[in-house]
Nanobody, 126 residues
Framework: QVQLVESGGGLVQPGGSLRLSCGASGIIFFDNAMNWYRQAPGKQRELVAAITSGGRTNYADSVKGRFTISRDNAKNTVYLQMDSLKPEDTADYYC????????????????????WGQGTQVTVSS
């Protein structure tokens, strides 16, 4: 059974910091790109940050220079360090794991696999 469990959300003042964690089980963590999405009330879910198995990162323009995604493959965990938080960062944050079709350890997997965590709430307010 695949589980992605987020933690670290909460209430923080503008300009503050939070560190989100997402622990994965039931998947081969290294095979997966790991992503953080967020969804604010009344808005569509959006990609915030992404990291490949090799450590390449990508960020939404709105968080570049403020958020840092990282992963610890030994701990099956992905992190999102959020600094200089703004009220517009308020949202539910979701961890996402994706394995695209390809060769993994000598075997070809023809289908995409994708899993989601349950989300953790981040509120930025004074």
């Amino acid at each position: 059974q695949v589980q992605l469990v987020e933690s670290g959300g909460g209430l923080v003042q503008p300009g503050g910091s939070l560190r989100l964690s997402c622990g994965a089980s039931g998947i081969i963590f290294f095979d997966n790109a790991m992503n953080w999405y967020r969804q604010a009330p009344g808005k569509q879910r959006e990609l915030v940050a992404a990291i490949t198995s090799g450590g390449r990162t990508n960020y939404a323009d709105s968080v570049k220079g403020r958020f840092t995604i990282s992963r610890d493959n030994a701990k099956n965990t992905v992190y999102l360090q959020m600094d200089s938080l703004k009220p517009e960062d308020t949202a539910d944050y979701y961890c996402n794991a994706v394995r695209v079709p390809g060769f993994y350890r000598g075997s070809y997997f023809s289908h995409k696999e994708e899993y989601w965590g349950q989300g953790t709430q981040v509120t930025v307010s004074s």
